[in-house]
């Protein structure tokens, strides 16, 4: 079945770590995308990628960084520059048709600092 | 970039319809509205799509007036598996999807 991958589910690292989060798709997708949401509030995006080897940030994008070296793959890195970590992270992945964006989210990390 | 207005919650009981409205008074012309679903700590689940008057599928109606500027997700006969977030989004093409904070939805026995 094609889909979204997202690993681990939960992760845990030490202040000042930095922590790389997977998401991988077969979905054929061309864009991906990594959001973060915060107990009881909405998504926010952190970074997009509309192709490969490019990428733009989203409105958090500080203490983040990305790369997209292949279609599939679309990993999020969180650096000791990001001030609050522990959250939920999220990536999605989307496809066109007829000027429509469809997406689809994976199951999430949720990451921890300590 | 369109933005959303929908009530933070509702409350409802099972077998009871529910009517969740969104405003969205800057939608473009080729933009889609689109709902979505979420329980704790899972991503998002595609519920419904629509650009204009009426759609239906399995799950839920979705009613879209001549001028567009305001949506209805109704979801018919809840149960308690129906508690959950729900986000009203509008597709801009070419641009990330942004999300408010969506519609708490709590159903009760």
């Known amino acids: 079945d094609g889909g979204i991958t997202q690993s681990p589910k939960y992760l845990f690292r030490k202040e000042g770590q930095n922590v790389t989060l997977s998401c991988e798709q077969n979905l054929n997708h061309d864009a991906m995308y990594w959001y973060r949401q915060d107990p009881g509030q909405g998504l926010r995006l952190i970074y997009y990628s509309q192709i490969v080897n490019d990428f733009q940030k989203g409105d958090i994008a500080e203490g983040y960084s990305v790369s997209r070296e292949k279609k599939e793959s679309f990993p999020l890195t969180v650096t000791s520059a990001q001030k609050n970590p522990t959250a939920f992270y999220l990536c999605?992945?989307?496809?066109?048709?007829?000027?429509?964006?469809?997406?689809?989210f994976g199951s999430g990390t949720r990451l921890t600092v300590v | 970039l369109a933005k959303t207005t929908q009530p933070i919650s509702m409350d409802s009981y099972e077998g009871q319809e529910v009517n969740i409205t969104c405003s969205h008074n800057?939608?473009?012309?080729?933009?889609?509205i689109t709902w979505y679903q979420q329980f704790p700590s899972q991503g998002p689940r595609f519920i419904i799509q629509?650009?204009?008057t009426k759609v239906t599928n399995e799950v839920a109606s979705l009613f879209i007036p001549a001028d567009r500027k305001s949506s209805t997700l109704s979801l018919p006969r809840v149960s308690l598996s129906d508690t959950a977030v729900y986000y009203c989004l509008v597709n801009q093409a070419g641009t990330a999807l942004i999300f408010g904070k969506g519609t708490t939805l709590s159903v009760s026995s």
């Open positions: 800057n939608i473009a012309t080729n933009d889609y």
């Open positions: 999605a992945s989307s496809i066109e048709r007829d000027g429509y964006y469809g997406y689809t």
């Open positions: 629509g650009y204009k």
